[in-house]
């Protein structure tokens, strides 16, 4: 049985579609260094992001001279702990 128009495919769908929150902001080098080398907990508070984030930061600028880089900052859900799928109906 195709499942997509189900409540359950529905579901299903619902649980794949997750909002990720990105912004993007200028930095020194040396900030975003220290930035990297927080822990998630501290990444968090810092840019007051929910407990539900799992915080990414990534250096937009390519150029190793600049003393200054584009950085953005992303807020994905945390993963869903995996659960085994339920037997199939008969």
């Known amino acids: 049985m195709d499942h997509a128009w189900t409540a359950e495919g529905r ?3 619902a649980s794949l ?4 929150l990105a912004v993007s902001l200028s930095m020194t080098t ?3 260094i220290e930035i ?6 501290a990444l968090r508070a ?3 992001l929910p407990a539900s984030c799992e915080p990414t ?9 600049a003393n200054r880089m584009q950085v953005a900052v992303e807020c994905r859900p945390k993963p869903a702990p995996n659960t085994p799928e339920p037997p199939a109906r008969r």
């Open 30 to 32: 040396v900030e975003f």
């Open 17 to 20: 579609a997750a909002l990720v």
């Open 11 to 13: 579901a299903r769908g």
């Open 46 to 48: 810092r840019f007051r």
């Open 57 to 65: 930061v990534t250096a937009l600028t390519t150029d190793a001279t």
């Open 36 to 41: 990297q080398q927080l822990p998630v907990e």
